[in-house]
C-alpha cells in the first residue's frame, strides 16, 4: 500500500494567520478566546468565541471576488495558499490532474446565509446574484481549485465536527488507491455569527468565560472560527523530489454511534481509535500522544476519557492528552484540520501541546490531560480524534517521519 | 395562577417523558421517568417560551443533571423566575 505523508501546512485561527504564530502560541498554552467583536452581543448569553483576530478579508481579497466569497471559503483559500507555499509544489501541468481538493466544513456559508435570510424577512425584494454560489459548502474546495488550477478529484465533506477529519481520510484513501498523488485537505469554518451562537445557546453547552476541558469547573465549549489545509503527498513522490516531510499519516479510523443526534457513546469513539490503529498496523502501546476531541462539555469529557482508557488499557495512564480547542476553540469543520496541524507540531517539536484553562482534576476524567504546560516529552506516534454531533467520528493517526522505532 | 404554573410544569414533562399525565406529580424525581440532560433541555426550552422567562444555567457544565432533581424543583425556579419579571416589569 502506498504510504502517505505530509509536506505541507497551513492554518488561520484564533491563535493567529499561519502555522508560526499558531504553534508558537499553542506551545506556550496561550489562549485566543475571547469577547466576539464581530457583531453585537448585548441580547446573547454567550458573549465569547474563538475569533480569527486582526482580519480584514476586504483588503486581502481584490472587490471582485469579495463579491463571490464567505468567510469561511476566504479562510480555506487562505491556509491553502500557505500550505502549498509551503510544500514547494508546483501544481501544474500534469501534477494538476494528479492532485485532488478535499476541503471541510461543518455548515459552510453561514454569515452569506443569515445575512441574506435576515434581508428577505426584512422585505427584500432580491438578494445578491452571487449568493447561492457563496454560502455552498462546496464553496471553499472549488476556490482552492480555481485559485491553484488544480484540476483533479475536488469536493467538499461534511459531518458537522469531524467534516475535516473525514476530508483527510478521503484524501489519504484516494492517495492509497492511486487516484491522486497530491491531496489540498483540512476544513474551514466561519460560523461565529449571531444566529449560530443563538442556536448553540439553546443547547446549554455553553461556556460563559473560557474552555476547560477536562476541569472539573468546566462550563461548556467556546466556539471558534478559521481553517485548516494539509498538504498530502504519497511518499515516493515526496522523496522523489527531495520533500520536506512533516510526519506520515499511517492510518484513519471512522465511525457512528447509531445513538443519538447530540449525545456522544464511549463504544463509537472507541470503535473510530482501534480502527485507526487497526488501519496503521500499529499497537495501542506504540501512540505516545492524543489530541482529544476534548471540547469541555459536561458529556463529551468523560465520554472520551472512558473511551480512551476502554481502548488503550493500562496505557492510557502513560499517555500526554490534551485538548487544544482550549486555545483555538471549537472550529467545527474545521477543527479536526487544526487539531491534526496540532498533533504534527507535537511531533516535530516533541512537546506536547497543554490543555489550558486547566483549574482543578474532575474525578471522571483520570487521564494525563498535560494541564496548562506544554510538556517536551518523545512522541514517536499522535493520534487526533474527533466525534461530531450526530454520532461521526473520526482518529487520524500520525507516525513522525524518519520513525525512530 | 401558582397551582397554574404546576399544572402547566406538569403536562410539558408528561409530554416529553410520554407518561400518563396522572402519573406525574411534585415529587416526581426527573431522572424516575427518563429525564436526561437532553430532553431537560427541551423542556427548559419549552418552559421559557411558554413563560416568557429565561432560566439561567448553572455554573459548571458538570451540574447541569443536578440542578433539577423532582418536578418541585422545577415548578419552584418557573415561580421565582415569573415573580422576578413581574417586579422588574
Redesign the interface.
Known sequence: MKRIVVTGMGCISALGHDCNEFSRKLLRGESGIGPITEFDTEDL?VKVAAEVKDYDGSVLFPEKQLAQIDRFSQFALLASKEAIADSGLDLKGRLSERTAVVHGTGVGGQSTQETSSYRIFEGAKRLHPFTVARLMPSAGASWISMEFGIIGPTFATTSACASSGHAIAMALMMMRAGMADVAVTGGSEASVTAGTIRAWE????M??DTCRPFC?????MVIGEGAGTLILETLEHAQARGAKIYAELIGVGMSADAH?L??PLAEGAARAMRAALDDAGVSPEAVDYINAHGT????NDPTETEAIHAVFGSHAARIAVSSTKSMHGHTLGASSALEAIAAIVALNEQIAPPTANFREP?P?CDLDYVPNTARPMHIEVALSNSFAFGGLNTSLLFRRYPTKS | MSEEIGNIVLDVLAKHTQIDREKVTLETRLNSVGVDSLMMVEIIFELEERFDISIPDPEFAGQQNKQFETVADVVRVVKELIEQQQTTS
Do not use: F, M, S
Open positions: 448569553i439553546g443547547l446549554r453547552v461556556a460563559k472539573r469547573t468546566r462550563g461548556g443519538n447530540i449525545q469541555a462539555t459536561a458529556q474532575d471522571q
